[in-house]
């Protein structure tokens, strides 16, 4: 005899806003459901199985996951726990420990000596004074970042994509990361955010990133994105300002101090106003 779990529902069967995604495992089905109640896991049951069947709800935020069978009759739907199964639990277990493993290692930022055995012919990148202005620099420390990540959660994340299915792992691993790459030669970083994973055709998983435009800083202060530095301001620590100076001048801007000729070697600096006309240069103040 059936025993139900709670008593018969009517349910509304819109879909809800936040987080959902289903995966077909055999005759079971997967949803998502991250820092739900129980009655939210129940009904989201419920949602994907209106008309009956298995459903695994999984929540990696509170590192859980409940079984239900669905049975629709004369328009209501009944429903009641069922053993979770083993292979769905550990595919939970590792999606979780990939999602530990990944802010471990982070820890809101990487050092750039960690990822050069991976930037292959950028390898002599060290500021991200050039990393704002070069795409292809952004392009190497993307990849750089995702065989970096990989290498330390392939294993796990393999495994929880066989169990669960990439899709679904994606969705459960809400890793909402920003990793801030940083170059101790001079201080400065640049951002990317993480994006999930991928699974080629070998089957083989990446962890996938992407650059966070305007968001390289020196000494807080923001770097410009484009080699021409039309309309870019500055203002903070002078050595920080130095050093973004330095930089329009390897980009070929004309530079100038409070209205004169820039002089050689090191000066303090407040801030840097650039015209918002082409070719027409920048002008720093003492």
């Given at each position: 005899m059936k025993k139900l779990f709670s008593t018969v529902v009517a349910v509304s069967f819109a879909v809800s806003s936040t987080l959902l995604s289903s995966f077909s495992f055999a005759s079971d089905m997967i949803a998502v459901c991250n820092a739900c109640s129980e009655q939210q896991m129940q009904n989201?049951?419920?949602?994907?199985?209106?008309?009956?069947?298995?459903?695994?709800?999984?929540?990696?935020?509170?590192?859980?996951?409940?079984?239900?069978?669905?049975?629709?009759?004369e328009g209501l739907v009944m429903y009641w726990a069922i053993p979770v199964k083993e292979s769905i639990r550990?595919?939970?277990?590792?999606?979780?420990n990939a999602k530990n493993t990944i802010e471990d290692l982070a820890q809101g930022s990487v050092n750039i000596e960690h990822l050069r055995p991976f930037l292959g012919a950028y390898s002599d990148i060290n500021t991200a004074h050039t990393v704002a202005k070069y795409a292809p620099q952004k392009a190497a420390i993307k990849t750089a970042l995702s065989d970096y990540f990989t290498g330390n959660i392939a294993g796990a994340i393999t495994s929880a994509?066989?169990?669960?299915?990439?899709?679904?792992?994606?969705?459960?691993?809400t890793v909402n990361l920003a990793v801030n790459v940083h170059f101790p030669?001079?201080?400065?970083?640049?951002?990317?955010?993480?994006?999930?994973?991928?699974?080629?055709?070998?089957?083989?998983?990446?962890?996938?990133?992407?650059?966070?435009i305007d968001s390289g800083r020196d000494?807080?202060?923001?770097?410009h994105e484009s080699h021409n530095y039309t309309?870019?301001?500055?203002?903070?620590?002078?050595?920080?300002?130095?050093?973004?100076?330095?930089h329009m001048l390897a980009s070929g801007v004309a530079v100038t101090l409070n209205g004169n000729p820039l002089p050689t070697g090191t000066v303090t600096i407040t801030d840097v106003v650039c015209s918002n006309e082409p070719g027409k240069g920048c002008n720093a103040t003492e």
């Open positions: 989201r049951a419920i949602q994907y199985a209106p008309n009956g069947g298995k459903v695994h709800v999984i929540d990696i935020h509170n590192n859980k996951v409940s079984a239900y069978q669905t049975e629709r009759e550990a595919g939970v277990t590792h999606v979780r994509s066989v169990s669960l299915g990439t899709a679904i792992v994606n969705q459960a691993l030669s001079d201080g400065t970083t640049y951002a990317f955010m993480f994006k999930g994973i991928i699974k080629n055709l070998n089957g083989d998983v990446s962890v996938m990133f992407e650059p966070i000494k807080g202060i923001r770097l309309g870019y301001r500055a203002r903070g620590a002078s050595d920080a300002l130095q050093r973004i100076l330095n």
